[in-house]
């Protein structure tokens, strides 16, 4: 498996009308929209920075896993996402390793990528996400 870069960092927060403002009123940087994913019941919202992003994460649903997250830790990093080439290779290269995998087989994520997630038990303590654009 080859990892070509950070794809992006995910933040959970409560709002991102509100949430935003760091990003862009302090940092400066670009805001570059929204996206909802129904399946995850989660809205995104990227800002580029160099050739990653910062990737904000807001619940639609009570019973989603951002607003778990966030009633659990609170808002924060919620996981790093790494891009990968082949990201079924890599998922069949870290399953015959022995890493947990939280999905089996890639799924839509936001911004038109498929996406997989591997199980925190696994990596030391960090959600981490797999992804090919």
């Not at 927060?13 to 805001?31: A, P, Y």
């Not at 929204?34 to 800002?47: D, G, L, N």
């Not at 989603?64 to 990093?77: D, R």
């Amino acid at each position: 498996m080859k990892v070509l870069k950070i794809d992006h960092l995910g933040i959970a927060v409560k709002s991102i009308r509100e949430g935003k403002n760091f990003w862009t009123d302090v940092l400066g940087l670009e805001f570059a929209g929204t996206e909802t994913v129904e399946a995850q019941k989660v809205t995104t919202a990227f800002f580029p920075i160099g050739e990653s992003e910062i990737e904000l994460l807001e619940s639609t649903s009570p019973d989603g896993p951002i607003a778990k997250y966030l009633e659990k830790k609170g808002a924060g990093i919620q996981h790093i996402a790494f891009r990968v080439g082949d990201l079924e290779a890599a998922l069949r290269e870290l399953k015959e390793k022995g890493i947990r995998l939280i999905d089996e087989k890639p799924r839509h994520g936001a911004g038109g990528a498929r996406i997989a997630f591997l199980h925190p038990k696994s990596t030391g303590g960090v959600l981490v996400e797999l992804c090919e654009r």
